[in-house]
């Protein structure tokens, strides 16, 4: 079965998300994160419409799946209505370079990522309501990758104090609901397999660390803020699932990649395909309309 955690009141079990709709009823979607959910939107050029909601650039935008990436998804696919996209995730992004350094300087972190949505008229005239609008966050993949090495847990803790001082500079914008996409399990990822099985190991409890804090730290921002509904969700099963039957995916195996994001589960070595990616977008779905603040025991592989 492998190990399991407690995660504290944020998240469902997979096999309970299975069950529930995969259709999200919020119209505007408003991301940050890093490669995983970069599609290249630029907030100062053609705004999320009802004839393109997903803005720009051209539909999938820039991804590093092969196609769409789970936002991407989530707007042609998994909702009820229009679902208008503005996404500032951008590629190799670290909560706070500062800390974790990002592979090259010019790279916009999760506080950067925020200054732009501050500064922009997305939040000094929103188009949106608090009711009406549902914030995602997918962060720490390169601050795990980038720093597991360490096994700091003070880093660590410094870490996810940025997050949450951007959460909270959300909801003083307005934001009440958000979602929380956990790191996945990058320790399988091609790359990491072709490392040493001791860096392998030392990441995956890294990973672990990371997500334990993560899931505490929602359950501590939601107790401040109890107008707000805040949901962690476990990317670490829609990854396994893949990757423990590739071939229902498609793909020949867990280790191969394509750059055409669908005859293997991999887009490179480091980043996944879409059929990982579509699963993701499942998954944030299913836990959005799942039960909020229960506390519920994940299982992962």
């Known amino acids: 079965m492998g190990f399991s955690r407690l995660v504290m009141g944020v998240s469902l079990a997979w096999t309970a998300l299975q069950s529930l709709p995969v259709a999200l009823a919020i119209p505007h979607f408003i991301s940050f994160g890093d490669s995983y959910s970069q599609t290249g939107f630029d907030i100062n050029l053609s705004k999320p419409s009802a004839s393109n909601p997903f803005g720009n650039p051209a539909y999938p935008g820039y991804t590093s799946s092969g196609g769409p990436n789970w936002i991407g998804y989530l707007v042609t696919t998994y909702n009820?209505?229009?679902?208008?996209?503005?996404?500032?995730?951008?590629g190799g992004a670290t909560v706070n370079?500062?800390?974790?350094?990002?592979?090259?300087?010019?790279?916009?972190?999760?506080?950067?990522?925020?200054?732009?949505?501050?500064?922009?008229?997305?939040?000094?005239?929103?188009?949106?309501?608090?009711?009406?609008?549902?914030?995602?966050?997918?962060?720490?993949?390169?601050?795990?990758?980038?720093?597991?090495?360490?096994?700091?847990?003070?880093?660590?803790?410094?870490?996810?104090?940025?997050?949450?001082g951007q959460v909270e500079i959300l909801y003083r914008a307005g934001a009440r609901n958000f979602v929380f996409l956990s790191v996945p399990p990058i320790n399988k990822s091609p790359l990491m397999l072709g490392q040493s099985k001791q860096a392998q190991e030392l990441e995956a409890k890294y990973i672990v660390q990371f997500n334990d804090a993560l899931a505490n730290r929602t359950g501590s921002f939601k107790a401040r803020h109890e107008d707000s509904r805040a949901v962690v969700v476990d990317s670490q099963a829609p990854f396994n699932a893949a990757i423990n039957d590739p071939k229902k995916y498609g793909s020949k195996d867990a280790t191969c990649f394509n750059s055409d994001g669908k005859s293997c589960l991999w887009f490179n070595d480091y980043h996944p395909g879409l059929a990982i990616h579509k699963l993701v977008a499942e998954a944030v779905v299913r836990a959005w309309n799942g039960p909020p603040f229960k506390a519920v025991r994940v299982y992962s592989s």
């Open 80 to 90: 009820s209505s229009l679902l208008y996209s503005y996404n500032f995730a951008y």
């Open 97 to 164: 370079a500062s800390l974790v350094k990002p592979y090259k300087p010019e790279v916009k972190s999760l506080i950067d990522q925020v200054k732009q949505f501050s500064s922009s008229s997305l939040a000094t005239n929103p188009p949106w309501t608090p009711k009406e609008s549902l914030f995602g966050i997918w962060m720490g993949v390169n601050d795990v990758g980038n720093s597991y090495g360490q096994n700091d847990s003070v880093l660590l803790g410094k870490i996810l104090d940025d997050y949450f």
